[in-house]
C-alpha cells in the first residue's frame, strides 16, 4: 500500500504561472516532509522541506504548504521557468522511524512551457 | 553543496559480467541508500544502511548485492549482468530523521 501518493504523473503549465504540485500522504506519524526535484541523467535534487510543527515554508519562488488534517501538501512554484521542467518527487519520514528510510511518491513531471 | 561521489557516470558491458558501482560520501553520514530508477519512472529502494557493517534489502527485490565496510563507502555489486539491470542506480545518504537525504549524480547502466 502506497504511503506517499503523487496522483498526478504529469503536469503542463505555462512560463511564468504558477505550477501546483500536489501529495498525499496516509501514514498518520510522518512529521517531515521534503520535495526533491530531478533531470534526466542525474541524482535528485532537495528542493524543499516542512516540518508538521508548520503550515508553510518558502523559499524564493517555491512554497511547500502541509495540510494535516487532509493529510496532503503541494508544491507552489510561481512563476514557473523552462528550467523548472523536471520530474518532481514528494517523500515523507516520521520521527519514531528510526532508521527508516523516506518514502517517496511516484513522482509528478512537470514540464513547463515558453 | 552535496558531497556524494559515484562512478562510473555511464557503463556499457555485456551479458554476464561482473561489476561493482562505486558510492562515497564525504558528510560522515551513517545512513547510505541505493536507489534504482527506469527513464520516468518511480524511485526502487534496493538496499539501505544504518552505518559500518550494517545492510538491509529494499522494496526492491534485486540481484544486487552490497556492503557497508567504511562509512563513507556504499558499494553495489552485481555478480553476473543482465540486460534486465539495465537502469539507472542512484546513491544517496542521510544524517538523520530531520535532514534532508543527499543524492549522487547516478550511474546508467546498460547490459547488452
Known amino acids: 500500500d502506497q504511503q506517499v501518493k503523487q496522483n498526478s504523473p504529469s503536469l503542463s503549465v505555462q512560463e511564468g504561472r504558477i505550477s501546483i504540485l500536489n501529495c498525499d500522504y496516509t501514514?498518520?506519524?510522518?512529521?517531515?516532509f521534503l520535495w526533491y526535484k530531478k533531470y534526466p541523467a542525474e541524482g535528485p535534487t532537495f528542493l524543499i522541506s516542512i516540518s508538521s510543527i508548520k503550515d508553510k515554508n518558502e523559499d524564493g519562488r517555491f512554497t511547500v504548504f502541509l495540510n494535516k488534517s487532509a493529510k496532503h501538501l503541494s508544491l507552489h512554484i510561481v512563476p514557473s521557468q523552462p528550467g523548472d521542467s523536471a520530474v518532481y518527487f514528494c517523500?515523507?519520514?516520521?520521527?519514531?522511524?528510526?532508521?527508516?528510510?523516506?518514502?517517496f511518491g511516484k513522482g509528478t513531471r512537470l514540464s513547463v512551457i515558453a | 553543496e552535496a558531497d556524494i561521489y559515484q562512478t562510473p557516470r555511464y557503463l556499457v558491458i555485456g551479458t554476464g559480467k561482473k561489476i561493482t558501482l562505486e558510492c562515497s560520501q564525504t558528510?560522515?553520514?551513517?545512513?547510505m541508500y541505493w536507489y534504482q530508477q527506469d527513464p520516468g519512472m518511480e524511485l526502487h529502494l534496493i538496499h539501505y544502511s544504518y552505518g559500518v557493517n550494517s545492510t538491509e534489502k529494499g522494496d526492491l527485490s534485486s540481484e544486487s548485492t552490497v556492503s557497508r565496510i567504511r562509512t563513507e563507502h556504499f558499494p553495489l555489486t552485481l555478480e553476473s549482468a543482465r540486460p534486465s539491470h539495465t537502469s539507472q542506480y542512484l546513491c544517496?545518504?542521510?544524517?538523520?530523521?530531520?535532514?534532508?537525504?543527499?543524492f549522487g549524480p547516478g550511474t546508467r547502466l546498460t547490459v547488452l
Open positions: 517523500a515523507a519520514s516520521a520521527k519514531n522511524s528510526g532508521n527508516t528510510p523516506l518514502v
Open positions: 544517496a545518504s542521510r544524517s538523520g530523521t530531520y535532514n534532508e537525504q543527499f
Open positions: 501514514n498518520s506519524m510522518f512529521d517531515y
Open positions: 558528510m560522515g553520514h551513517d545512513k
